[in-house]
């Protein structure tokens, strides 16, 4: 399922439907998020929602030159970062076209690991997800089932992530946390948007921002797949803090960064910020009482 309003799936369709390939983000058992390189409609649902953890690029990389050498249409799905690096080597490539998320920030897999019970780990076969459409909700699932799962109330890898302790160092002075973006096409969750013609807020809504003449001339080509409205930039950032600037460090972040190697995940994060998890953890308690 997608997290947003599901524009990289419409993407990733149009160019698998012109006989291109898509390079994106998937879950690899076991336990592994990678980019991979999709050929077929099958292959581009493993793209399908965000994975909140660091996504390696590096094994693709030849696959990616060589199809862009043989004149393939190229479809490369990514955070910003990722895709200036991949502009910066191949850039060159006419037939390369871009499509960077908004993004706050990815921590490593270990940190997600560490909140994992080992056996799960080890043992994933299928796939995780950390979102049902709007709502963030870990979960893994096996065959179908649905073998362990985590609110967002309860979840200490969750807390990490959108409190900033667990991005990496290079996020708090990303270079691409701005308007000014380094793809052709930019997508993102449609925070605050106010619409009288897009309803159904709740299941997500894509942001999408068109950034260069070719990302222009392929939303053109989609935009019948699309239920879509035009809205100001500014509109789009007063409630996506990344398209203006990165994620701001924290002292809590400086603190578990330096306790985490000495004392563990779980015993780093209460650490460092048990206020805010006993808090969590209380409103919790009386919403399920009350
Ligand atoms: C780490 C991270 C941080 C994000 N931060 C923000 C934010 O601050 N503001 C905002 O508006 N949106 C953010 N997003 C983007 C948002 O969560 C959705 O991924 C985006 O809106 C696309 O939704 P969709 O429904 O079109 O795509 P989906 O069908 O959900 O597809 C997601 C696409 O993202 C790619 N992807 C998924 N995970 C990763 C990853 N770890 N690394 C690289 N590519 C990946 C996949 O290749 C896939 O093509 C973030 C995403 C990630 C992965």
């Known amino acids: 399922m ?10 990733a369709t149009y160019f698998i439907k012109r006989k291109g390939v898509v390079y994106g983000c998937a879950f690899v058992p076991p336990m592994q998020v990678k980019h991979i390189r999709c050929t077929t409609l099958d292959d581009i649902q493993k ?15 030849p696959c990616l030159e060589n199809d862009l050498r043989q004149g393939k249409e190229v479809l490369f799905i990514g955070t910003p970062c990722q895709i200036a690096g991949v502009i910066s080597n191949f850039g060159q490539f006419k037939n390369l076209t871009t499509v960077d998320l908004v993004c706050h920030g990815v921590p ?31 979960f893994l699932r096996r065959n179908g089932s649905i073998i362990y799962e985590r609110a967002l109330s309860k979840d200490l890898f969750f807390k ?33 948007l106010k619409s009288n013609k897009i309803l159904d807020i709740n299941n997500g809504v894509s942001l999408t921002l068109v950034n ?30 990344q398209l203006s600037s990165p994620f701001r460090r924290s002292y809590r972040e400086v603190l578990f960064k330096k306790l985490y190697p000495k004392v563990g995940y779980l015993a780093a994060i209460w650490s460092i910020m048990p206020d805010r998890l006993i808090g969590t953890r209380m409103k919790a308690f009386l919403k399920d009482r009350l």
Request: aromatic fraction near 10%; charged fraction near 25%.
């Open 108 to 138: 490593s897999m270990q940190f997600l690991c560490d909140t994992l019970p080992k056996k799960i780990c080890k043992g994933l076969k299928d796939e995780i997800g950390f979102r049902i459409n709007t709502n963030y909700h870990l």
């Open 212 to 241: 260069t003449e070719k990302g222009t001339e392929i939303f053109e080509c989609v935009k019948d797949k699309l239920v879509y409205e035009q809205h100001s930039l500014d509109e789009a950032i007063k409630d996506n803090a």
């Open 160 to 192: 990490g992530f959108f409190t900033g302790i667990l991005f990496r160092p290079s996020c708090f002075t990303c270079l691409y946390a701005t308007p000014k973006r380094v793809s052709d096409i930019t997508i993102g969750d449609f925070w605050g």
């Open 2 to 11: 997608s997290s947003s309003g599901g524009i990289a799936t419409v993407l």
């Open 47 to 61: 793209l399908r929602g965000s994975k909140y953890v660091q996504s390696d690029v590096s094994e693709i990389l």
